[in-house]
DNA sequence: CAGGATTCATAACCTCAGCCTATTACTGTG
DNA sequence: CACAGTAATAGGCTGAGGTTATGAATCCTG
């Protein structure tokens, strides 16, 4: 027979005090059974590990050989025990986390930090990337949650929550937008306008609005980075279509913004996870509170 | 409740095979018996280990994190019980083993010798002390097993085997000891000896033994070790009284050795260990074998 | 030195953890 | 769409291992 966890530890606290009644105290349970298990343990090892009398029990020297080595077995394995628990308590543990880079810089920190402030062992691994770069990333594993644009219908995976991104417009103080009633596609096509660069999911969403409304956008530029597209802005090169949950990069006093008042202006915006697969408890946890704080926002 | 060293077999090996069924077979259990495993050790450790459906089987994050360090402890421990398992098999192991000067150079080179043949991965560590160095190492437990001159009488002790240790003359070729029927007490006083030094237990023996009889030697010299003594019978300054078990120094063309015609000329000797102490299987074994030599001699 | 106290070992009994068989439920595949 | 293969569940049973009671040996103390 092998030996046995229990007998492993009845072992070392009998090796440590000394006395077979003190460690079964200790042990909670009846002497009698550690009588036993230390004799199974013997059995199973084929050597006495104990020399003992009804008075007096010491280590054989075999018996002094195995008390570190399964010492260390045992606190190795109470570690990876509390390591686990800790994590299941959220008592630490990390979010993967890839996400589109408008979010990643606009509305993500902000939720981070609020999250950080209920857990505050658990970090944070965020990989900025494009829409295919979050699904890639998801497939491969290398992230457990992803925060991405469009619609997902691949069945490897599943879509947590779904929220709606709608785009606004950023122009400077002055600007003949703030004036106006409404700001639709036909106002949009009368002015200059600052567009994402072509491979963005802001800019198909962007172009598809426009080719449904039968239109055709005054390109002034276009910008890879929203912060660059801001600086164009600032710069007096026209106004700029940026998604609402990026919002946070107009934080500037010359600037304005305001929705675009046409409903085909707006990405679908889903949290997701690879089907079949539970999240980590830290990412479980953390895409709660991601869905309850854009579902309220 | 705590994990098991079952379930973290099943974990290690559920994870390997990803599989249940096969796992079960390579343990010798039924599937049943390891989803239930499993799942307990789950609960254990409040953490999802597998993400599982009715055809497939994949680690979580978390129990992929997890299998490397619960791997290592079932190896560790699988080497610990390996290791025990082979001291207790003889397959390997130490005779730690305290001995008296003449011994240790006498006799026992050549039956440890024939032990080691039988057992090859045993091996030894010999401390040739004089008879206090031999008492005072083993109630100290820096040696198992002792090889040493006269009565014990301690109860710490228990004496494994006690025999006869006859003092044999030594002396050169053409010495007139050769000539005569008996060398005795008296034959003994006649001529000029060399003795060993007054702390060896040797000395101590002859000493009595020839105050019993009521004579005193003629001393030519005296030696600590015996083989000092030998060189001196070789060099012509007399003949050597010296114990039989270190009759292995003489052997000289130039020197002849008898025995001295006297039974009080004798030592005993025993093979002691501390008592209440069990013997690792290797120095038991050792001390058997030894005994059985020293019967049959 | 006798007897009480303490400690480990043994015995007898009992309970429930955990295994097995049988079956269900589900899913990927041809 | 049916079948084959796999994990989960249910129910019944067995034995490992626990408990209490008692024995045996040793140490301590008056």
Partial sequence: MNPDLRQIRAFVTVAQLGSFTRAASLLNVSQPALTVQI???????????????????????????FVPALQRILRDLDAIVAEARDVAALRHGIV?????????????????????????????VIHDVIASGVVAQIR??????????????????????????????????????????????????????????????????????????????????????????VGMVRAGLGAAILPGSAMEVRAEQTLRSRPVDDRRFTREISIIKKAERTLPPASESFAHTLIQTLQTA
Same sequence: chains 1, 2.
């Avoid at 993967?96 to 944070?124: H, T």
Wanted: charged share 20%.
């Fill in 39 to 65: 004799r199974n343990l013997e059995e199973a090892l084929g050597v006495r590990l104990f020399d003992r009398n009804t008075r007096t029990v010491s280590l054989t020297r075999m018996g002094r050989e």
């Fill in 96 to 124: 993967r986390l890839a996400a589109l880079p408008s979010f990643a810089s606009g509305v993500l920190p902000e939720i981070i930090a609020q999250f950080r402030e209920a857990n505050p062992k658990i970090s944070f």
């Fill in 140 to 229: 491969e594993e290398q992230v457990d949650l992803g925060l991405t644009g469009g619609r997902i219908v691949d069945p490897d995976f599943e879509v947590l929550h779904t929220t709606q991104d709608h785009m606004h417009v950023v122009y400077p103080v002055g600007h003949s937008f703030g004036d106006m009633e409404q700001v639709d596609v036909e106002a949009l096509t009368l002015h200059p306008l600052i567009l994402m660069h072509p491979a963005t999911s802001v800019r198909s969403v962007v172009d598809a609005a426009f080719l449904a409304a039968g239109r055709l956008p005054i390109v002034a530029a276009e910008a890879t980075y929203m912060s660059t597209a």
